[in-house]
């Protein structure tokens, strides 16, 4: 997903780390642990966003409007995306053959 993230920044609104190259702070013991089950997000005001909200997140500072994004924030909603971003995460590379594929159609991660 970061590759995907990174192409689509046009704005450079992201700044793009591998959880295991995360500085300390702010990495902490935990917050590795959990980076290996979801993506994150550390708002500038040090806020952090984990899996489909991290995702919305992304999504909407791409570009994808506040239509769309800010509905699924909103209860019951917020709680379906966290439910798909689960499916996924779990099934990462079953969707990763059709997902986040790079404009040649490799595989991007």
């Given at each position: 997903?970061?590759?995907?993230?990174?192409?689509?920044?046009?704005?450079?609104?992201?700044?793009?780390?591998?959880?295991?190259?995360?500085?300390?702070?702010?990495?902490?013991?935990?917050?590795?642990?959990?980076?290996?089950?979801?993506?994150?997000?550390?708002?500038?005001?040090?806020?952090?966003?984990?899996?489909?909200?991290?995702?919305?997140?992304i999504?909407e500072?791409?570009?994808?409007?506040?239509?769309?994004?800010?509905?699924?924030?909103?209860?019951?909603?917020?709680?379906?995306?966290?439910?798909?971003?689960?499916?996924?995460?779990?099934?990462?590379?079953?969707?990763?053959?059709?997902?986040?594929?790079?404009?040649?159609?490799?595989?991007?991660?």
């Open positions: 997903m970061s590759v995907w993230v990174r192409r689509k920044d046009t704005q450079h609104e992201f700044e793009t780390i591998a959880f295991q190259d995360a500085p300390q702070p702010p990495m902490t013991p935990e917050l590795y642990e959990a980076c290996q089950r979801a993506v994150h997000v550390i708002k500038a005001d040090g806020e952090i966003l984990r899996a489909g909200r991290a995702t919305l997140f999504l500072r791409l570009g994808w409007g506040y239509g769309l994004p800010r509905l699924l924030w909103l209860p019951p909603f917020i709680q379906f995306v966290e439910l798909g971003y689960r499916v996924i995460a779990r099934n990462r590379t079953l969707f990763s053959r059709f997902l986040f594929r790079s404009d040649d159609g490799k595989r991007s991660t």
